[in-house]
């Protein structure tokens, strides 16, 4: 059976940071799963489709051709054949790809695509329903948290180092938003899978929290 590590958590928990560090350092491959929803949403944005009309999306769904490569160990986003990873790291983007993921057409095709990665190779792979759906016989599973101004500051603090212009109050009010849409959404929600190990980040660094997955990791059934 293949290795993998599932990793869940609300926004701005670190999950990315996390995961690419432990990927890169038992030398599994990093699938982002928030970027496959991303690029399906900036598809819809960009043909003018109101992302709330559940039946619109449905019907162009299947025009939208998702797929990943890794390029020094970075994953791209390929939206039919053109690279959008770095267009989808918007706060318009961010808001429609939570929109667009409670569509059920959207995250059937989502699943099949995430599953198929995951069987040809060792995985850390981060979303929202990694540990309860993508993979649900995962060895280890996290669930990273923290509070919610604390993942509002972390990425107020994204956007400065890039130059780009953001009030934190809005991003605050942004996260609270999606947190609640992710989370109440009826079909995947964003919850932690039973078996999962809940490790809130508040208070840690970056370099603890890749340690303490890396433990629990190291105490997974496949060692
Ligand atoms: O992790 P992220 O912020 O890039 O994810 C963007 C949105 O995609 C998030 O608000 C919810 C959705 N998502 C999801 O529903 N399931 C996943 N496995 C990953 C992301």
Same mark, same amino acid.
């Not at 009309?53 to 939208?64: T, Y």
């Not at 669930?143 to 509070?147: G, I, P, S, Y």
């Not at 932690?192 to 999962?196: G, P, S, V």
């Given at each position: 059976m293949r290795k993998q590590i599932a990793i869940d958590g609300p926004a701005g928990a670190g999950k990315s940071t996390v995961a690419r560090a432990v990927a890169q350092k038992l030398g599994?491959?990093?699938i982002d799963t928030g970027a496959m929803y991303r690029a399906m949403a900036l598809y819809f944005l960009r043909k003018g489709i109101d992302t709330q009309?559940?039946?619109?999306?449905?019907?162009?769904?299947?025009?939208?051709d998702i797929t990943i490569s890794h390029e020094d160990g970075e994953q791209q986003v390929f939206l039919n054949g053109e690279?959008?990873?770095?267009?989808?790291?918007?706060?318009?983007? %961010?808001?429609?790809?939570?929109?667009?993921? *409670?569509?059920p057409k959207v995250r059937e095709r989502m699943l099949v695509l995430q599953r198929r990665l995951a069987q040809t190779k060792d995985v850390v792979m981060d979303g929202r329903d990694i540990g309860t759906c993508v993979l649900p016989d995962a060895p280890c599973k996290i669930?990273?948290?923290?509070?919610v101004s604390e993942r509002a500051r972390r990425r107020f603090e994204e956007y400065a180092a890039k130059g780009e212009a953001a009030d934190l109050a809005t991003i605050e009010r942004e996260i609270a938003e999606r947190d609640e849409r992710d989370r109440t959404r009826k079909i %995947?929600?964003?919850r932690?899978?039973?078996? *999962?190990v809940c490790v809130d980040t508040s208070d840690?660094?970056?370099a603890q929290v890749i340690e303490r997955v890396l433990a629990i990791a190291g105490g997974s059934a496949w060692k």
């Open positions: 599994y491959v990093y009309d559940c039946a619109a999306i449905e019907a162009v769904c299947d025009g939208a690279n959008v990873s770095k267009s989808i790291r918007t706060q318009e983007v %961010s808001q429609a790809a939570s929109v667009v993921s *409670a569509v669930f990273l948290t923290a509070r %995947s929600p964003l932690q899978a039973q078996d *999962a840690m660094t970056i």
